[in-house]
């Protein structure tokens, strides 16, 4: 966890300066690479900039049923995986020993990577992931 969290603060600390917060200070484009991509926000109608707070969008976004989906989503999320964090100490302290409690961590992961197989191909079923 002490490795994972200093790769977090560093990748954090290179984003806070090298990544720019707009198309039009973005140190490594081109003049022409600027204003094409700040024509490309303008086509969006989405706006290069803007820092003020709109009650009304807040208003807005707080009776929308998706923001409330995603905020479940995310606290579901957290919930399985502050219960994977605590897991091997839970099954260790049932008498397996840590290599068996190692293997049995292994089960998700194979799962997981067998879900996102299968939930693509279910998606695009034109991909060809398990026909080779």
Do not use: H
């Not at 707070?53 to 479940?72: H, S, V």
């Not at 049995?104 to 695009?124: K, M, N, Y």
């Amino acid at each position: 966890m002490i490795i994972t969290g200093l790769i977090t603060v560093v990748t954090a600390v290179l984003y806070w300066f090298l990544f720019p917060d707009s198309p039009t200070n973005a140190w490594f484009l081109t003049p022409e690479e600027r204003a094409k991509a700040v024509l490309r926000i303008k086509e969006n109608q989405t706006g290069v900039e803007n820092k003020t707070f709109k009650k009304e969008q807040m208003m807005e976004a707080l009776r929308d049923p998706k923001t409330w989906l995603f905020a479940l989503w995310a606290f579901l999320a957290d919930i399985l995986n502050s219960l994977s964090n605590q897991r091997t100490i839970i099954v260790t302290s049932f008498g397996w020993t840590p290599l068996q409690t190692t293997l049995f961590g292994c089960i998700d992961g194979t799962v997981e990577i067998l879900s996102i197989i299968v939930g693509v191909q279910v998606c695009a079923p034109t991909l060809p992931v398990l026909s080779r």
